[in-house]
């Protein structure tokens, strides 16, 4: 397919340059690939109407997974990226999940049908805040417009601070299995920095009451490159995150985007780790997780190897999604919420962020769908070798290509933007078989945006590829 083939790893002389080199080349602004197109390419062409159309063509037998968005918190973390307010009331909350229960009357309305759900997750924001009255009703709403099997997977992201002993026996008594729990550094100096005050006996706490309370699965989301953290404090927190033998460990690189979460301008800068020091960080975190005897799942998720991510990794089945990596084989995903977005076959949908906005559209009976993005068939194919890349580190271009219908040329731009990649041995290229090196993993996202055409034609700002 190309002339690029040259798999440098092979050579036993060969060796690759220095880290600081690496990051001055690839160290660049990538976007997070937790979809494709990615979402600052979504259009305002794509609306109400079309969300409702895309609904009413899904197959009611197909299953699906639902996402619901709950953006609230009762204090802001310097760093957060995430879509959230501060709230001092219950008004607020209860006003939002009244609202929540009629988007889900109005989604199963347009969808004509009870669909079969295999997996539902609350994000956030901080789903316990939601009082467990609020999660009966949400529940029953759920109950009464869709099919949940037994078997479905029901995660929450939980801020440990917050964990009640009552909402986890609220949450279990309605299928809670796998719980997700803030951590990101237990170093009260980063955490004074990031204001959040977070003593480590909260976080076992919160780990072993969900499991006695029958949650079976629990992820630690774990933080680098946040001001005055250092790889003594990464190890001191990857120290105590094993205490809790969680099954699932998220390690998120510090995404430090001032310009579009102003509040991160509370960070103060001069404290940062530099590039050279994140990736020390990283690589100390993954180094004694692995020692440990987790599994790295693509750029930034480590599993135990029983755990079914680990398992799908294995097998080629870990999938790429907005919650990160995932086993997620259902044909679309419904989005509810203030930012929520669902991924449907004919594309992806995105509600107003502002939580008025969504607030006002679905009171007066309408979708809140603000963006979205009707894939081509380019997007489908381009997507498809992202995704892989993000969760396997390898793709057969060429198997993609053909079994798609395109020509295997059609990459030949990419692999040529590539080249150098190649050979600084962050990738190799062995026919059509692009596999990113263990060296070039935290680059990943370098190699995803060679293929990404939006990308290509806008080098829009991202945070930090490591
Ligand atoms: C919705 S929060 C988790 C639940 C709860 N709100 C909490 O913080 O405990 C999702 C996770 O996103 C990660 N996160 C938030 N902002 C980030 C940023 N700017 N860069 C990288 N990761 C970030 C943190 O690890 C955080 O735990
Ligand atoms: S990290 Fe979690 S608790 Fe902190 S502000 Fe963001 S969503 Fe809220």
Not at 18 to 36: D, F, Q
Not at 355 to 360: L, V
Not at 393 to 412: C, K, M, N, W
Not at 424 to 433: H, V
């Given at each position: 397919?190309?002339?690029?083939?040259?798999?440098?790893?092979?050579?036993?002389?060969?060796?690759?340059?220095?880290?600081?080199?690496?990051?001055?080349?690839?160290?660049?602004?990538?976007?997070?690939?937790?979809?494709?197109?990615?979402?600052?390419?979504?259009?305002?062409?794509?609306?109400?109407?079309?969300?409702?159309?895309?609904?009413?063509?899904?197959?009611?037998?197909?299953?699906?997974?639902?996402?619901?968005?709950?953006?609230?918190?009762?204090?802001?973390?310097?760093?957060?990226?995430?879509?959230?307010?501060?709230?001092?009331?219950?008004?607020?909350?209860?006003?939002?999940?009244?609202?929540?229960?009629?988007?889900?009357?109005?989604?199963?309305?347009?969808?004509?049908?009870?669909?079969?759900?295999?997996?539902?997750?609350?994000?956030?924001?901080?789903?316990?805040?939601?009082?467990?009255?609020?999660?009966?009703?949400?529940?029953?709403?759920?109950?009464?417009?869709?099919?949940?099997?037994?078997?479905?997977?029901?995660?929450?992201?939980?801020?440990?601070?917050?964990?009640?002993?009552?909402?986890?026996?609220?949450?279990?008594?309605?299928?809670?299995?796998?719980?997700?729990?803030?951590?990101?550094?237990?170093?009260?100096?980063?955490?004074?920095?990031?204001?959040?005050?977070?003593?480590?006996?909260?976080?076992?706490?919160?780990?072993?009451?969900?499991?006695?309370?029958?949650?079976?699965?629990?992820?630690?989301?774990?933080?680098?490159?946040?001001?005055?953290?250092?790889?003594?404090?990464?190890?001191?927190?990857?120290?105590?995150?094993?205490?809790?033998?969680?099954?699932?460990?998220?390690?998120f690189g510090y995404a430090h985007v001032p310009w579009m979460k102003p509040h991160q301008r509370l960070i103060?800068?001069?404290?940062?780790?530099?590039?050279?020091?994140?990736?020390?960080?990283?690589?100390?975190?993954?180094?004694?997780?692995?020692?440990?005897?987790?599994?790295?799942?693509?750029?930034?998720?480590?599993?135990?190897?029983?755990?079914?991510?680990?398992?799908?990794?294995?097998?080629?089945?870990?999938?790429?999604?907005?919650?990160?990596?995932?086993?997620?084989?259902?044909?679309?995903?419904?989005?509810?919420?203030?930012?929520?977005?669902?991924?449907?076959?004919?594309?992806?949908?995105?509600?107003?962020?502002?939580?008025?906005?969504?607030?006002?559209?679905?009171?007066?009976?309408?979708?809140?769908?603000?963006?979205?993005?009707?894939?081509?068939?380019?997007?489908?194919?381009?997507?498809?070798?992202?995704?892989?890349?993000?969760?396997?580190?390898?793709?057969?271009?060429?198997?993609?290509?053909?079994?798609?219908?395109?020509?295997?040329?059609?990459?030949?731009?990419?692999?040529?933007?590539?080249?150098?990649?190649?050979?600084?041995?962050?990738?190799?290229?062995?026919?059509?078989?692009?596999?990113?090196?263990?060296?070039?993993?935290?680059?990943?996202?370098?190699?995803?945006?060679?293929?990404?055409?939006?990308?290509?034609?806008?080098?829009?700002?991202?945070?930090?590829?490591?």
């Amino acid at each position: 397919m190309n002339a690029l083939c040259r798999i440098k790893t092979d050579c036993s002389r060969w060796s690759p340059a220095p880290i600081e080199t690496l990051l001055a080349k690839y160290g660049k602004n990538v976007p997070r690939y937790t979809s494709y197109p990615t979402a600052p390419h979504f259009s305002a062409a794509i609306g109400a109407d079309a969300y409702r159309s895309w609904l009413a063509e899904l197959d009611p037998k197909s299953t699906v997974s639902l996402y619901l968005h709950i953006p609230f918190c009762e204090r802001l973390c310097s760093y957060c990226g995430c879509h959230t307010t501060v709230v001092h009331s219950r008004s607020p909350i209860s006003s939002y999940v009244d609202h929540l229960l009629r988007e889900i009357a109005l989604v199963t309305q347009a969808i004509g049908a009870r669909l079969p759900v295999g997996s539902i997750h609350f994000g956030g924001g901080t789903p316990n805040i939601l009082a467990p009255r609020d999660l009966e009703i949400v529940f029953t709403a759920l109950r009464d417009g869709f099919e949940i099997s037994a078997e479905a997977e029901i995660a929450a992201e939980l801020d440990p601070r917050l964990l009640t002993q009552e909402w986890i026996d609220a949450a279990a008594s309605k299928g809670l299995n796998r719980a997700s729990l803030g951590v990101q550094d237990v170093d009260p100096t980063v955490q004074k920095a990031i204001n959040r005050h977070q003593p480590w006996r909260a976080t076992a706490w919160a780990a072993d009451a969900l499991r006695k309370a029958g949650v079976a699965s629990i992820n630690l989301d774990l933080m680098y490159g946040l001001p005055h953290q250092t790889v003594a404090s990464i190890r001191q927190t990857i120290d105590c995150a094993l205490q809790a033998e969680p099954e699932r460990i998220a390690l998120f690189g510090y995404a430090h985007v001032p310009w579009m979460k102003p509040h991160q301008r509370l960070i103060d800068e001069a404290a940062l780790p530099d590039e050279v020091e994140r990736y020390r960080q990283q690589a100390t975190a993954a180094a004694l997780l692995i020692e440990s005897g987790y599994v790295r799942v693509g750029l930034d998720h480590f599993a135990r190897p029983a755990d079914p991510l680990a398992q799908a990794l294995a097998a080629g089945a870990v999938r790429r999604n907005f919650q990160g990596y995932a086993i997620d084989d259902a044909g679309a995903l419904l989005g509810f919420g203030a930012s929520a977005i669902g991924r449907l076959p004919s594309g992806y949908v995105q509600n107003s962020a502002k939580t008025p906005e969504w607030r006002a559209a679905i009171a007066a009976g309408e979708f809140a769908t603000t963006r979205g993005v009707e894939l081509t068939h380019d997007d489908r194919l381009r997507g498809e070798i992202i995704e892989r890349l993000m969760c396997d580190l390898t793709v057969d271009l060429g198997e993609v290509a053909t079994r798609r219908g395109a020509a295997a040329e059609i990459f030949s731009e990419a692999l040529a933007e590539l080249g150098e990649f190649v050979e600084d041995g962050l990738a190799a290229l062995d026919g059509d078989r692009l596999t990113i090196t263990e060296t070039g993993r935290p680059f990943v996202r370098v190699a995803c945006a060679a293929f990404d055409r939006y990308f290509q034609r806008s080098r829009a700002r991202h945070s930090a590829a490591v």
